[in-house]
């Protein structure tokens, strides 16, 4: 990526930077996870938050797990993200 390219996503960023609640469907070597969100998967690090078991939520940010929520937290942010047309209305 260019360096004008990634000062573009900085300052993005900077604008507004969330974090969201995605499912572990499977635990990885090297403390990493299979995340799924609005039907995509993607390899995240677990290295910030422990204990993390299939089937529980984390709030992802930057392909680092942050904490994990409970599930009735993340259907309910996944929810409010949906009405705001940010994810699909299927995901909650």
């Not at 990493?32 to 039907?39: K, Y």
């Amino acid at each position: 990526m260019g360096s004008a390219k990634l000062r573009s996503k900085e300052r993005e960023c900077k604008q507004m930077c969330l974090a969201l609640p995605a499912k572990v469907i499977e635990i990885k070597e090297d403390n990493n996870a299979l995340i799924e969100l609005d039907g995509v998967r993607k390899e995240i690090s677990l290295a910030l938050v422990s204990d993390v078991k299939v089937g529980e939520y984390v709030l992802i940010h930057v392909g680092y797990a942050l904490n994990k929520v409970s599930e009735e937290e993340a259907l309910k942010t996944l929810k409010m993200f949906a009405e705001a047309g940010l994810l699909s209305e299927d995901v909650a």
